[in-house]
């Protein structure tokens, strides 16, 4: 049991599950061994051969139907992954983008011939997947984005740059947010499917050098005249881009919360292990009232963030989350968790600032969580439009 003894929600709570938790379990054991993770951070990317192993593994595309080539599961199954993901500090496989995002995106919206030609591809890891939405000029209001596909006869030729690209490097079936109408605000936003093996004047930029997540290959995009057939527009309507990344922002905003609670968890961990170990002026440093004080309030942050978060799965599954929860899961977990960690990191001392110590990593990954995927602010924006 670990040490924040909360219960997975009924819909989790299923032998089917159990099993392959065990199996994802194992998937990460071999593929993600703590040598292979560092390997990654050295390198700032994941290598491509785990892609090949989750696809036979049956892992990509987990919870999109078999008929599309997938396993035929569903978010519970992603929830599974996300957690060893995160246990496993194996984030520089970008697996929870790839499924639980892109894959998704074109389930809901792609029409039946676009599901035919990219699932399945997905789902073997021949074809590896990114959302690109953020700019040069603008994260938080999409609506404001630059990047533009501009129909010249049978193709859409886009121009335009983007960063922060998660699975920057490794994708080769981009999502691209564009603007067909310039004048049209967000209802000129359209979603361009580009795959970049056959797209001339696409390029990758460097990855970027971040403060933590350093296994993950952040990237710049850049599209000179990138011409895609018209097939590749996403759900073949012009001007539905906004509303189809607008669909999906709960579960995107839960991902987010769901790997909060799964590092607080870790970070709690490691804690009490190493507080148990240290001795400090004759004794533990556990046997201090002022570190059972700080871990009492760290576990009880990270129960109340965790029993809010798996409630919102829980929605979730019935169909029932919306945006106003969603956002307060995002916003309550990584706001919790920027705190605990940082509690935890000074419960370690001077062992906590280095980075061999897990509690260093979690303490610089951490800080992103309450930037991306939309940041605290626009968290609280959301939600106050809710009153
Ligand atoms: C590691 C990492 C991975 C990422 N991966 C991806 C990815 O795969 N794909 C992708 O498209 N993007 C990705 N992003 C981008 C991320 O989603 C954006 O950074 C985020 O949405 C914020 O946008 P911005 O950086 O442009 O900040 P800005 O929008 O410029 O915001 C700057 C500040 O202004 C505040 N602000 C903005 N609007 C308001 C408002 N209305 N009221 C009050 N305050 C406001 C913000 O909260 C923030 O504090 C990633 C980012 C990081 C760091």
Redesign the pocket.
């Given at each position: 049991m670990s040490v924040l003894n909360v219960e997975n929600p009924a819909c989790m709570q299923d032998d089917e599950i159990n099993m392959f938790q065990d199996a994802v379990n194992r998937f990460y054991e071999r593929h993600a061994s703590p040598e292979t993770t560092e390997q990654w951070r050295q390198n700032h990317m994941s290598d491509l051969d785990i892609w090949k192993h989750a696809g036979e593994a049956g892992l990509l595309c987990a919870s999109i139907p078999m008929e599309y080539g997938g396993s035929g599961g569903d978010f519970r199954h992603e929830v599974v992954i996300i957690e060893n993901s995160i246990k496993h500090d194996a984030g520089g496989f970008g697996i929870t983008?790839h499924n639980a995002i892109l894959a998704p995106y074109i389930l809901l919206h792609g029409t039946e011939e676009q599901k035919q030609r990219w699932l399945p591809r997905l789902a073997t890891g021949e074809l590896r997947g990114?959302?690109?939405?953020?700019e040069p000029g603008?994260?938080?209001?999409l609506s404001a984005v630059r990047t533009t596909a501009v129909k010249d006869g049978d193709d859409y030729v886009i121009n335009g740059q983007?960063t922060?690209?998660?699975?920057?490097q490794v994708a080769n079936l981009i999502c691209v947010?564009t603007k067909t109408d310039t004048s049209a605000g967000s209802r000129g936003v359209s979603l361009m499917m580009v795959e970049t093996e056959a797209a001339e004047g696409f390029r990758r930029g460097r990855i970027l050098d971040?403060v933590g997540?350093e296994s993950?290959d952040?990237s710049e995009l850049f599209f000179e005249d990138v011409r895609v057939p018209k097939e590749n527009l996403l759900g073949l309507e012009e001007g539905k881009g906004f509303v189809q990344l607008m669909k999906e922002l709960p579960k995107e905003r839960l991902i987010i919360a769901l790997q909060g609670i799964y590092a607080m968890e870790i970070a709690l961990e490691h804690t009490v292990e190493y507080v148990k170990e240290r001795k400090v002026f004759g004794q533990r440093v556990m046997d201090y009232q002022n570190t059972q004080f700080k871990l009492a309030e760290c576990k009880t942050q990270a129960t109340v963030a965790k029993v809010f978060t798996l409630h919102c799965l829980d929605l979730l599954m019935q169909g029932k989350l919306d945006d106003t929860m969603a956002s307060m899961a995002k916003l309550h977990v990584s706001e919790a968790q920027g705190k605990l960690v940082d509690e935890c990191l000074q419960l370690f001392g001077g062992y906590g600032y280095m980075n061999e110590y897990p509690i260093a990593r979690l303490y610089r990954d951490a800080r992103?969580q309450r930037?991306?995927?939309?940041?605290?602010?626009?968290m609280k924006?959301v939600i106050s439009r809710s009153m």
């Open positions: 983008l990114a959302i690109a939405m953020s603008t994260g938080s209001d983007k922060f690209i998660s699975n920057g947010v971040k997540c993950q952040t992103g930037i991306w995927g939309g940041t605290s602010e626009i924006l």
